[in-house]
């Protein structure tokens, strides 16, 4: 038999483990099963006979029993769910990725046509909704739930993005555990969407549906994260669970979501101090690379911090165009109104306002700005002549939302849609030109300037409410 010799790479050694030898992090040093290089046999012909037969073994259950020999020999969990990994072809240690949830649409009882069918909004009313509520909103039928009222309890346990009642008997028959009320199909057929009801509501459900965007990190960040959990791996120390398990993500090319780009932009913000130590920017200081160093590039590294803020700045100048929704309006006086913050938002969002912040945003800018833009040109002739921040059930409740605490909330009816304790509402005055524009629903929302930076908070940080009919 003809063999060859194979030397370790520089900073590698051999391990003889069953199954085949492997590479081990780390210069040789003599222990068991520690080579500085290995015999391989040489062939002249390919062999199919020799190949291995699959076996009927569970592949997580395979996974785990390579994984627990190797940490039983070694202590190393890297190496072990590396070589385990290595060994089965799947990473049975790293998590699914999070199904994204789904738009809950409900009607308040099926057509006859529907009962035939055994499913909701057939015929020419399911043309409809495909074409004016699906297609603008980029989705397909088989991106959302359509239900009946009967079917509500068992399809609320799977936690839906949103429940949009369609009628106003739906949306009567759910009360507050509407998030939003479209006008049904069937109307929309009939008389069309005259007040421009449908485009309005749908740039708050597309916020909803941006949320759940995901981001692919490019390569450089995949390399500086999987360095880190190299250097882990061989020097152990730097970085906490959570930061292997994102390191994993990032190295894989895993998408991440907005939610979790802004936590690298924090975690990167928090710890940029920790790269002045020697250990952590010297390479020839005795204790380089530092725990501050590895957990750094855990969290993707320096390219990842440009990359995570470039798309968190880049979410933020997105969001700051978004308009106020006109969600009533008064045609003697030409006043149209709007809902500027909410501070319940969290009720489909991971992150929201304080009442406190969003009282001190009203304030301010009726202090010093007062703006008001149509389509984001700029200044127009439309004049702030309303300004107010919802009221509570109670002075004690107030007193309790902005000091943080757990408080009860209204949820009411505003205009077409709801609107909650704390949100801040505009009633802008339009002169005769625009007030025509909006009639003839050529212009359904209107933006402000003078916000300021407005930083949003973890929806963990938020207060337990209840909230109770307005």
């Known amino acids: ?250 190295k894989n090319g895993r998408r991440v979501s907005i939610d979790t780009v802004k936590r690298m932009v924090a975690y990167f913000t928090r710890h940029a101090k920790d790269l002045n130590a020697p250990a952590n920017n010297n390479p020839k200081d005795k204790d380089y690379p530092g725990a501050g160093l590895v957990a750094w590039l855990l969290w993707g590294g320096d390219p990842g911090r440009r990359w995570a803020e470039k798309i968190a700045a880049q979410y933020e100048r997105e969001q700051a165009k978004k308009a106020v929704n006109i969600y009533k309006a008064d045609k003697a006086k030409r006043i149209v109104y709007g809902v500027v913050l909410d501070p319940y938002i969290v009720d489909a969002h991971d992150d929201y306002l304080s009442p406190k912040e969003i009282e001190e945003t009203a304030h301010n800018f009726m202090i010093s700005s007062r703006t008001i833009g149509l389509d984001h040109n700029g200044a127009t002739d439309a004049q702030v002549v309303e300004s107010w921040v919802e009221k509570y059930p109670s002075d004690e409740d107030y007193k309790k939302a902005i000091s943080g605490e757990a408080h009860q909330a209204y949820k009411k009816s505003f205009g077409d849609d709801f609107t909650h304790s704390g949100s801040w509402v505009l009633g802008v005055k339009l002169s005769p030109e625009t007030w025509a524009k909006v009639q003839a629903g050529e212009l359904n929302a209107f933006s402000i300037g003078g916000f300021g930076t407005r930083e949003n908070i973890e929806a963990s940080d938020m207060p337990k409410v209840e909230f109770i009919s307005g």
């Not at 076996?55 to 627990?68: F, H, L, M, R, T």
């Not at 009222?149 to 009360?175: C, D, F, N, T």
């Open 1 to 250: 038999m003809k063999t060859h010799n194979i030397a370790a790479p520089e900073g590698f050694h051999w391990m003889q483990y069953e199954g085949g030898p492997v590479l081990m992090v780390g210069e040789y040093a003599p222990h068991d099963g520690a080579a500085e290089s290995v015999a391989f046999e040489v062939i002249d012909e390919h062999n199919p006979d020799r190949l291995p037969q699959a076996e009927p073994v569970e592949q997580g259950a395979e996974w785990d029993k390579i994984y627990n020999a190797i940490l039983e020999r070694t202590g190393n969990k890297e190496l072990a769910a590396a070589t385990a990994t290595a060994r089965v072809g799947k990473d049975q240690a790293e998590p699914a990725p999070v199904q994204k949830r789904r738009l809950l649409f409900v009607v308040s009882q099926p057509s006859n046509l529907d009962r035939v069918r055994k499913s909701q909004l057939c015929g020419v009313e399911g043309r409809v909704f495909k074409e004016q509520y699906l297609e603008p909103l980029g989705l397909e039928r088989s991106d959302v739930e359509v239900i009946d009222m009967s079917e509500l309890a068992e399809h609320q346990e799977a936690q839906p993005l949103a429940v949009i009642a369609l009628g106003k008997a739906a949306r009567l028959a759910l009360g507050n555990v509407a998030d939003f009320s479209l006008p049904h199909p069937w109307s929309i057929r009939k008389s069309g969407d005259k007040r421009g009801e449908l485009a309005r509501k749908f740039k708050r459900i597309g916020q909803l549906l941006e949320k759940q965007q995901s981001y692919q990190p490019p390569l450089g960040v995949q390399d500086a994260a999987a360095r880190g959990l190299m250097l882990r791996a061989k020097h152990k120390r730097g970085g906490t669970e959570v930061g292997v398990a994102r390191a994993r993500d990032l």
